[in-house]
């Protein structure tokens, strides 16, 4: 398998634009996990997918904050607008059934640079 | 609330030198501990994890990790290090009441010295 995977892996963007980032996870895994990576806040979970569901959103910092999984191979993360602090790696990682029990596999992650 | 600390920072070893991590947890019950190790431009790969049972645990890369409910503290260890170990690592803790949850450190950087 090829692991989990995101794209773009780097993305410079201004102040106010749109910004996606994508993540396929490993094929059969049914949960999903959205983390952002800071100096400050170091890494911190923002939502997590159960069978393409939104179980736990609460560590998305706002509104300008979206994810959505369409289906079992596909997430999206998006900022709209983005602002200098969103600047981040954000990880996707997948795991099978989502309990800790289950190894959680990240991504190489998306490095999120907003001027 | 479940947190954990990393009081180093930053460690430099020379290779082949022995190699420990610390890590303590803050949680009520029986915690569920890891360690991940994150690469330069990498994502975070499971080094090893505790759950229950034997308080020694294996990992892969040659790593091992004790828990010691006494100290709250779930330390990384390696008998002797190679120049590819240089990376962060992160220990985590998670609970049965969350299970999903993974509360992680600060992360401590590794520095491998020829």
């Known amino acids: 398998d090829a692991g989990v995977i995101q794209s773009p892996r780097h993305e410079v963007t201004e102040m106010g634009q749109e910004v996606t980032l994508r993540c396929k996870p490993i094929s059969g895994h049914n949960s999903l996990f959205w983390y952002r990576q800071t100096m400050m806040r170091g890494l911190e979970l923002l939502i997590y997918?159960?069978?393409?569901?939104?179980?736990?959103d609460s560590g998305m910092p706002e509104d300008r904050f979206s994810a959505k999984m369409p289906n079992a191979s596909f997430s999206t993360l998006k900022i709209q607008p983005s602002e200098p602090r969103d600047s981040a790696v954000y990880f996707c990682?997948?795991?099978?059934?989502?309990?800790?029990?289950?190894?959680?596999?990240f991504g190489p992650g998306t490095r999120l640079l907003v001027l | 609330a479940q947190s954990v600390t990393q009081p180093d920072i930053h460690i430099t070893v020379s290779e082949g030198a022995s190699l420990e991590l610390r890590c303590n947890y803050s949680y009520g019950a029986t915690p569920y501990l890891f360690w991940y190790v994150q690469s330069p431009g990498q994502g975070l790969q499971l080094l090893l994890k505790y759950f229950s049972g034997d308080t020694l645990v294996q990992g892969i890369k040659g790593f091992e990790a004790e828990f010691k409910r006494s100290q709250s503290s779930f330390n990384l260890r390696k008998p002797s290090v190679h120049w590819s170990d240089a990376a962060e690592y992160f220990c985590a803790v998670g609970s049965s009441s969350n299970d999903y949850k993974l509360s992680f450190g600060a992360g401590t950087t590794v520095t491998v010295r020829a």
């Open positions: 990682a997948s795991s099978f059934l989502g309990a800790l029990q289950e190894t959680q596999y």
């Open positions: 997918f159960n069978n393409n569901v939104p179980i736990d």
